[in-house]
């Protein structure tokens, strides 16, 4: 967390596979210092027919009632280092920077039943991204991390920009990704050649099967 000025003194285990509903570390604004928070990720459904709220568009994020006070007034940062897209063909995906290094997604906060959540903000999908989802995490460059925890929400807006497809690189791997219970580093390795014909040969055996929703919407 020395990324984001946080000091954190409790030993913190890599999570590989965060999925909504669950807790993740966030980063908001406390006084004049940042802080790490544990927050959950997706807002309460509103009936039992519906699905956690879990991103906000930054298209519209200063405009719908859900999200324009959070916008506003409590903004955070949410640490990974990439992201899991499921493409048309329902086959995963793995993108992160062309470094392989740390990003931070624009993210807004709630409080739902005395717990804290958050959602990750959204933008349309830049470049060859687009094969494989229409939509992608907003993910801020390090120069804006601060005025995004910092500023008020109008100059707030200036940090809502999609990030270059020229910063990323993506590539195949496994299903487990879409099993909430799998939690290992295995999830991010590449597919190799072996494993993409043998995918091949189960989908055309199992068509029609169900599969993770897509995070990013």
């Not at 949410?78 to 920077?97: C, D, K």
Request: aromatic share 10%; proline share 6%; with cysteine.
């Amino acid at each position: 967390m020395r990324h984001f000025g946080v000091t954190i003194l409790e030993n913190l285990q890599p999570r590989w596979n965060v999925a909504p509903g669950q807790s993740a570390l966030v980063i908001q604004q406390s006084g004049l210092h940042a802080e790490a928070i544990y927050a959950k990720w997706g807002l309460p459904p509103a009936s039992s027919k519906q699905s956690f709220l879990i991103n906000a568009r930054m298209e519209t994020v200063t405009e719908r009632p859900t999200f324009r006070d959070a916008f506003a007034t409590r903004r955070c940062l949410v640490a990974a280092t990439g992201w899991y897209e499921w493409s048309a063909r329902r086959q995963p995906w793995h993108i992160q920077l062309g470094d392989g290094g740390l990003v931070a997604f624009a993210g807004l906060l709630f409080t739902c039943g005395g717990r804290t959540h958050f959602v990750v903000m959204t933008s349309a999908a830049e470049g060859e991204l687009k094969t494989i989802h229409h939509r992608q995490p907003l993910v801020l460059p390090r120069s804006s991390w601060h005025g995004w925890l910092t500023n008020d929400g109008k100059m707030a807006e200036q940090y809502l920009q999609a990030a270059p497809t020229s910063l990323f690189n993506w590539y195949r791997v496994g299903p487990a990704v879409g099993k909430v219970a799998e939690d290992h580093p295995r999830l991010v390795t590449p597919l190799d050649e072996a494993a993409l014909a043998a995918e091949k040969r189960n989908a055309q055996q199992a068509k029609g099967m169900p599969g993770q929703g897509d995070l990013f919407v």
